[in-house]
């Protein structure tokens, strides 16, 4: 990376990003004898399920937010040395073009179903447990994602 400035925002996007994907690792092994969810079961998880739960949809969250928000953009100006401010599928296309993420829409995806959880969770109980059970699957795959972007960046930097 050209700047220590962009290093620095960079490596931190990374810690806070790899901060997340821990608690999400740590939810997603301690929820895994009660999925599938069905409605049924959602509504019946005892307390501390269910702070498993609110853990794994709350670090999805805020991993997919700071994927987007800071690690994508820091990313882009690594590869393209363009500080500017830049709309962001601009920057996820750009991502796309260099291999650092293998298909955006891949991403929409899963901002797609961050922004169902947002929205359904707790309200919709069938649609809550479709969801939940849609993320623990496709959780691996997302957290591939991740570490994908990480290793370029580090490579990179």
């Given at each position: ?55 794994f ?20 100006i690594?590869?393209?040395?363009d500080?500017?401010s830049?709309?962001f ?7 796309e073009?260099?291999n650092?993420?293998?298909?955006a829409?891949?991403?929409?995806f ?35 994602m ?12």
């Open positions: 990376m050209t700047n220590e400035i962009g290093a620095i925002k960079l490596d931190a996007a990374l810690k806070e990003c790899d901060t997340h994907v821990a608690r999400l690792d740590r939810a997603y092994t301690l929820l895994g004898d009660f999925f599938p969810l069905s409605p049924a079961s959602l509504s019946s998880l005892d307390e501390l399920r269910i702070e498993h739960v609110d853990q949809v709350f670090r999805f969250s805020r991993l997919q937010d700071a994927m987007g928000a800071r690690l994508f953009p820091s990313v882009y690594l590869l393209a040395g500080t500017g830049h709309p599928i601009d920057i996820l296309m750009a991502l073009k260099f650092v993420i293998d298909n829409k891949k991403w929409q899963f901002r797609d179903l961050r922004n169902n959880l947002a929205h359904e969770y707790p309200d919709s109980v069938e649609e809550s447990s479709a969801t939940l059970n849609l993320l623990r699957e496709k959780w691996p795959e997302f957290r591939s991740y570490l994908g972007v990480k290793a370029f960046a580090r490579s990179h930097m």
